[in-house]
């Protein structure tokens, strides 16, 4: 079974709104990390939070990761039409040195 | 090179043939994984590598699939007698010595897998 699990599947808005997409997760984690997906190919990183900070953020992009509901959330402010995208949330648990990704959370900004 | 390298970026081949894939990481990352995925689906965990420790095999599908990295650099997944449930993107990814627990992975950018 995976790790961790984003939601919603899929996420449309225009350009300018917020998006707003979790992850959740079911074993003790010592980081969590998000990446971002264009057309089915590479991933690309995005942001990493450890399991002792509560909030990061990165130019647009704010993470949040509450440890006691294991789950954290992506916000993407300010949306364009260029973060149209797939994002994985990824974790790996424990002493594992291999991370995890859901199914993730398809983004489409309409201009 | 500046970045993990796949190859070839697509590949079609017949069903009950072999193929090969390749991946070339980040000079110096002593770490690399193999991934799967399919249509819109998340990315399966298929092996990783530890510098010179014995890979971590555990979720390779079944005995059609290997994996060797010569040399500390280089890796190819082997797919033998492929069958159209192998069609998938395989991506490699490759991570400082820290490893993804503490730092980012970098991935290629897949090998496009279609079995007909």
């Known amino acids: 079974s995976q790790q961790g699990e984003e939601d919603p599947q899929a996420l449309s808005i225009q350009e300018g709104e917020n998006a707003t997409m979790n992850c959740s997760y079911k074993?003790?984690?010592?980081?969590l990390q998000w990446y971002r997906q264009n057309s089915g190919r590479g991933l690309v990183h995005l942001i990493l939070i450890r399991s002792n900070e509560r909030e990061k953020h990165s130019g647009r992009l704010r993470v949040t990761l509450d440890t006691s509901k294991k789950s954290s959330s992506l916000l993407i402010t300010a949306s364009r039409a260029a973060d149209t995208a797939s994002y994985f949330c990824a974790t790996a648990s424990g002493g594992s040195y291999i991370p995890t990704f859901g199914r993730g959370t398809s983004l489409i900004v309409h201009p | 090179g500046a970045g993990v390298s796949q190859s070839p970026s697509n590949k079609v081949t017949e069903k009950g043939k072999d193929v090969e894939l390749r991946c070339d990481p980040i000079s110096g990352h002593t770490a690399l994984y193999w991934y799967r995925q399919s249509l819109g689906q998340g990315l399966e965990f298929l092996i990783y590598f530890q510098g010179n420790s014995a890979p971590d095999k555990s979720g390779l599908p079944s005995d059609r699939f290997s994996a060797e990295r010569t040399g500390g650099s280089v890796s190819t997944l082997t797919i033998q007698r492929t069958q159209q449930e192998d069609s998938a993107v395989y991506l490699c990814a490759s991570t400082h010595p820290g490893g993804l627990m503490n730092t980012e992975a970098f991935f290629g950018q897949g090998t496009r897998l279609t079995v007909v």
């Open positions: 074993t003790s984690i010592n980081n």
